[in-house]
């Protein structure tokens, strides 16, 4: 009996993150990865906020999960929370994962190009944004070079996401703290949960 309430179960899955780059990029995950979860992005357009109000985020997203999912027993929800650590000093980060502690909090060190990067070879020297840009752009077309740069992210492909899986993790081994630019990334996580 319990394994029929289980397989009734419906599994949906929110990833709050920061403007258009990480949102096109997560939903064209979303239809690489058919997995059956349903799958909602919600873009933060107000994100730089909180620096000065992390609980703000905290209480955005436990209205949005209760808003949008009354306590039914075959839903179950996952949170995962994205964003750069470009915009942050050492103890808004902290205080911000202490109020996010409750949600799948994953970072990227410095900034979400980073992990773009990732996808075609693995670096690990500290660098700007407008760097990570640069090399980038050796590998796919850029429509421009605006900070919230756009793509519709055709060249994402599997065994592109496979080798930045890698990348992230042999670089993330070595040693790194909130107060360096050493790059670092998180967002595999995100991936291995929905192949899972």
Known sequence: MARFWKSRIAKMVYIFCEWETEEKYFK??????????????????WWTEIQKHPEAIKRLIKWRLAHDNPHLWWIQVEGFVVFDLDIFSAT???NTI???????VMVTNEVFEYWILSHFEKYNLPWW???????IKSYISIKND????????????????ELAIQHVKDVNVSHWNLKSRDPYSEVYKIIEFLEN
């Not at 064209?28 to 357009?45: E, H």
């Open 28 to 45: 064209k995950l979303n239809s690489i990865f058919r997995t059956g979860i349903k799958t909602k992005i919600i873009d933060l357009k």
């Open 98 to 104: 202490r109020e996010l502690k409750d949600y799948n």
């Open 92 to 94: 808004e980060i902290n």
């Open 129 to 135: 944004k407008n760097k990570y840009l640069w090399k």
């Open 146 to 161: 605006k900070v919230t740069w756009n793509t519709d992210y055709q060249w994402l492909k599997k065994e592109n996401i």
